[in-house]
């Protein structure tokens, strides 16, 4: 049984920083794709970084809205995945979500941070930005 919990989610001052944590269990953790997805209050889910692990090595990418202030990291030791982030705002509050699949695999076309390219979802950490 796959399971994504979240956790770190919490009030801050703009300007202060969070880092969120994902455990993921129930699959292979070291090989899957995973994403940091965030939902405000009556907005779509949004994709905000990604992080993949390749023969190549391991790759990120981040939406324009958080680049340079959050950083996606994992430990596959510990079937951890982090997101810390940094200067926020309170345009940053919503709900985080981490979410899995096998592979990072994008269709043409396709976002790679379109949400239903994942199977695997966590019921999400709350994070609140006040200015």
């Known amino acids: 049984q796959v399971q994504l919990v979240e956790s770190g989610g919490n009030s801050v001052q703009a300007g202060g920083s969070l880092e969120l944590s994902c455990v993921g269990t129930?699959?292979?953790?070291?090989?899957?794709?995973m994403a940091w997805f965030r939902q405000a209050p009556g907005k779509e889910r949004e994709g905000v970084a990604v992080?993949?692990?390749?023969?190549?090595?391991?790759?990120?990418s981040y939406a324009d809205s958080v680049k340079g202030r959050f950083t996606i990291s994992r430990d596959n030791a510990k079937k951890t995945l982090y997101l810390q982030m940094l200067s926020l705002k309170p345009e940053d509050t919503a709900t985080y979500y981490c979410?899995?699949?096998?592979?990072?695999?994008?269709?043409?076309?396709?976002?790679?941070?379109?949400?239903?390219?994942?199977?695997?979802w966590g019921r999400g950490t709350q994070v609140t930005v006040s200015s």
């Open positions: 979410a899995a699949r096998p592979r990072c695999t994008v269709p043409l076309g396709v976002s790679p941070y379109s949400a239903g390219l994942y199977n695997y």
């Open positions: 129930g699959y292979t953790f070291s090989s899957s794709c």
């Open positions: 992080i993949s692990i390749s023969t190549g090595g391991i790759r990120t």
